[in-house]
């Protein structure tokens, strides 16, 4: 009857663990019948030794299952309680949600990434490792090794080129060959963004446009000033770019043949970092601010539809646009990755994606979301299609 009993008691061991992990009742209680299980595991050995059982006052069969089976249940419902505790802490501001992903790991300390549809360009301390957008997510290749300070970098696919901009200036690397990189621009370089030929930097405050040749720039004389620090820019068009400073995003017209014009601006709290563009929209991540969503369909006149600031810190956001609407994907480093979607003018967090480490950047491509594990030196593809938790 003894190992029976034991056998029943250990099983009860091992199935509390999925229990906690699956059952929505507080994990105290589950703990404590795990705790509970254990003293009677406790029991059945003590029973079915065959040894002396003088323990003074509590020798007897029921006094030790008693005993063992209040202090497992006290001690589990303790630890429950924390464990309860730090999962209420964590998923404070939305529920648990699961996306399938595939990972690959880095050969650089990352920091931030650019995606364009084959290729995601990783920038680390070893200057930029490049990773095939497949699913595969296949290692390509290393660029730019020796550089420091990368504060951005942009992807030209159709020329199989890319553009890193440091501390130092703005630096021409080939994507397929292994030739040394070629200095297009001198100066601190704050910001990059790509379009097929032309090209946007930030540089001492001021907006440079430039047309790529082969391995060079030809950069023209007309240029814009911007106060404050640019931290993004991106280009919606041929002819609109977004410029991204800590306190204001400010549409700019870039037409072929005349200077930049500023459209149209609004100012933000922050320090703003990065921002995210789809036709008509605008997402913005800042910081302890967190997250901004802007309505841009008249670039003259960008306004703020919605604004969630609950995070403690929001590194990067992503768009994502399908037949059920549109998401905002907010990178909050240690707290992981959430899932947000406008209700009521306002941005509603359905969904924490926790299993992806220090989320620090983030991308959206046609068919996957890329997201950066800074920590875990990581690159996840996630499948965003996924409904978000409780619908």
Known sequence: MSRPALRLALALIVCAQPAVAQSRLPRQWLYAAGGIAFGLGVTAIYNAGNYSKSLGWCSSAKCVGVFSTAAGGLVGYLIGHEVESKHRLRYRLAPPLDLPSRARMLRT??????????????????????????????????????????????????AASLLVGTGTGLYLFSVTGQTEGVRALGGEVHAVAARGARVAVASGGVLQIGMVAGDSVTWRADSGAFAGRTTDLRWENDTLLWVLTESALTAVAVPSDSAPVALGSVELRGPARRLAVKAGAVAVAAGAEGVYLLRTTDPAMPRVVAHWAEPR???????????????????????????????????????LVSNVGFVAALAAGPDALYALDRTGGVLRRLDPHVPAAGH
Request: glycine share 16%; net charge negative; no cysteine.
């Open 109 to 158: 300390r990352a920091s931030g990434l650019e995606l364009d549809r084959q290729l995601v360009a990783v920038v680390g301390d070893e200057g930029i490792e490049l990773v095939s957008a497949e699913p595969r997510l296949d290692h390509l290749g290393h660029r730019a090794r020796g550089l420091r300070d990368i504060a951005d970098v942009g992807l030209r696919a159709d």
């Open 313 to 351: 810190y929001v590194y990067d956001v992503a768009l994502w646009t399908d037949e059920g609407g549109t998401r905002v994907f907010a990178g909050a480093g240690p707290e992981g990755l959430y899932v947000l979607e406008p209700e009521g003018g306002q941005l509603k967090a359905v969904g």
